[in-house]
């Protein structure tokens, strides 16, 4: 990993994760059968400013998880490049926060004890049990609760924990990965109104994934959407919300309850993402595509700048033979 050239504290060029889940040398042998890749990621670019949140969205198996990996250092990218930029090429502080908090607090700790797990270990007790009761508050909970094991909060709450467990290791970039899927709808808009308060008085850097594009708009500075491993879109918020350009990011934008006329007839997401180890030639989205054009299954389409600013790899939109863009709706959680 290298230094990034700019004012983002994270940028990420090309990059690439195979995964060989090949059969056994002798089963293939036996079978007659080659090699099995699957294409995690596939030639994914994008950059993230200081203090601002990029979220990337897509169906189960697009490859988020596996970004939020690589950028965590937890895997080795098979192609490309992620620098972060730090002062004096210090190691970037970064954190993540899973869907289930629950798997990454000890059941037996008092959650003080978690939460004090990734401090600076030349705190002495007094000092540490403080700094534990003020991001206790911080995130809103109270200093008391060191004393509580993790059974004994709601769902909301134990990822309000483990935000405060990431403050507690000073980090200044959070991988929040569903951080609020496994939460009901009401508490996901607390947690994200603490995630958007915590950036707004810390200065902290976001890489949010999510498969629920109204979840993202709330938090989001910019989005990356991601089908079968690839960016086919990348922009700001408002313009991916606003004037989504690619077929698939509209049709995903379809997918979100129409909250004013839910009755309202809406193209669907129909079929099923193709096997990530037999991609589609060309645009990996053609099968699927209501704008599909010949070239469109034999070239790759490359993300392109167009006219709302956003970067989008279609070959019906660079002729600009683009859907007119939806009403502009979705659900606020
Ligand atoms: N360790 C691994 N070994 C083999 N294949 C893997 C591995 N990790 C991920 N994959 C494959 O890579 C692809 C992308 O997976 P990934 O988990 O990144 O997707 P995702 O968008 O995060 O999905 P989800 O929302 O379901 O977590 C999938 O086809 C998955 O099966």
Partial sequence: ???????????????????????????????????????AVDGV???????????????????????????????????????????DAAPVRLQMVFQDPIGSLNPRWRIGRSIAEPMDRTMDGNARRERVGELLKTVGLAPADAGKYPHEFS??????ISIARALAADAELLLLDEPTSALDVSVQSQVLNLLKDLQERLGLTYLFISH????????????????????????????????????????LLETIPDMENPKRDRAPLTGDLPSPLKPPSGCVFHPRCPLAMEVCSTVRPELQVVENGSNVACHAVAQGAAMAAPVNRYAVV
Avoid: W
């Fill in 155 to 160: 769902g909301g709450q134990r990822q309000r």
């Fill in 45 to 87: 670019s994008f950059s993230i400013e200081r203090g601002t949140t990029f979220s990337i969205v897509g169906e189960s198996g697009c490859g988020k998880s596996t970004i939020t990996r690589l950028v965590a250092g937890l895997d080795r990218p098979t192609a490309g490049e992620i620098a972060f930029n730090t002062p």
């Fill in 212 to 251: 629920n594009l109204s979840v993202v708009r709330f938090l989001t500075d910019r989005i990356g959407v991601m089908y079968l491993g690839r960016l086919v879109e990348e922009g700001s918020g408002q313009a991916v919300f606003d004037t989504p350009q690619h077929p698939y990011t509209k049709l």
């Fill in 1 to 39: 990993m290298g230094k990034a050239a700019d004012t983002a504290l994270i940028k990420v060029v090309n990059l690439g994760k195979s995964f060989d889940v090949s059969e056994p040398f002798l089963q293939r042998v036996v079978t007659r059968s080659g090699r099995k890749i699957v294409n």
